[in-house]
Nanobody, 118 residues
Framework: QVQVVESGGGLVQAGGSLRLSCAAS????????MGWYRQAPGKQRDVVAS???????KYADSVKGRFTISRDNAKKMVYLQMNNLQPEDTAVYYC????????????WGQGTQVVVSS
């Protein structure tokens, strides 16, 4: 597990942008894949984007072309730049390890709330 603190959420109008930040406290952060997840009210948590230690990225179809995940290994930070936000993006956003079996992860931070108004 990795200990993280998410920040940067807020209220934004549709079409607006937000940049989420994830500060990690882990000695092996630089060699693990990290991801952003989100959970909307009444829905299951799901993967939004992931980035490997080398910088290879993947995105959920719903955010492709709008969101960009990045990392700064020296600062132990992961970022999610969210552009052209839509009401369907409203959710609590979390960062954590990006693993194939991520649903087995038991440790999650508080997340950061994103609300997109129409």
């Amino acid at each position: 597990q990795v200990q993280v603190v998410e920040s940067g959420g807020g209220l934004v109008q549709a079409g607006g942008s937000l940049r989420l930040s994830c500060a990690a406290s882990d000695m092996i952060f630089s060699i693990v894949a990290m991801g952003w997840y989100r959970q909307a009210p009444g829905k299951q948590r799901d993967v939004v984007a992931s980035i490997t230690s080398g910088g290879s990225t993947k995105y959920a179809d719903s955010v492709k072309g709008r969101f960009t995940i990045s990392r700064d290994n020296a600062k132990k930070m992961v970022y999610l730049q969210m552009n052209n936000l839509q009401p369907e993006d409203t959710a609590v956003y979390y960062c954590n390890l990006a693993r194939t079996d991520w649903r087995l992860l038991s440790s999650w931070g508080q997340g950061t709330q994103v609300v997109v108004s129409s």
